[in-house]
């Protein structure tokens, strides 16, 4: 079995970031243009821990640009920055290659409430299928790293 380790302040923060994302649950549910988000966010974060277990490191940068997004999004009450933070919190847990994690969180936009938002005058069911668009964006970028991690073990192993 895989043993992960992380520093003590990621294990206190992680917490703290999923209290502060406390609301997210609330506008899925109850926004016209939220609908259907939860599952975005479902697959976006099976993903995330898929990343964690297979290449578990933890990323001090990132890690501090994640407290710094949720500290500036509570003083400034934008919960955009405190859902950032969390999304950057978590990639800052994998050792995957920098430019996949910046489309990851890009993509971590998709299950975010700001895509009703900036989406609102296209009607609540073409931004479903926004979100569900960026999804699948989720699925390509899996793919594409589960086989360029495959193709680096065959390599290793030859």
Request: glycine residues 6%; proline residues 4%; aromatic residues 18%.
């Amino acid at each position: 079995m895989k043993r992960i380790y992380f520093p003590l302040p990621v294990l206190i923060s992680l917490p703290w970031a999923i209290w502060l994302a406390r609301g997210l649950p609330a506008s899925w549910q109850n926004a016209p243009f939220d609908q259907h988000s939860e599952w975005v966010f479902a697959f976006w974060l099976t993903g995330c821990f898929w990343m964690i277990w297979e290449r578990p490191h933890f990323d001090s940068i990132t890690w501090s640009v994640a407290l710094a997004a949720q500290c500036l999004g509570v003083v400034g009450q934008l919960n955009i920055l405190i859902y950032l933070g969390l999304a950057l919190m978590l990639m800052s847990l994998t050792g995957i290659q920098i430019y996949i994690r910046v489309i990851w969180i890009g993509t971590a936009l998709f299950w975010m409430p700001v895509i009703g938002w900036l989406f609102k005058t296209m009607g609540a069911d073409t931004v479903v299928w926004i979100r569900f668009a960026g999804l699948l964006v989720a699925v390509f970028i899996l793919t594409a790293w589960q086989w360029t991690q495959q193709t680096e073990r065959t390599h290793a192993i030859s």
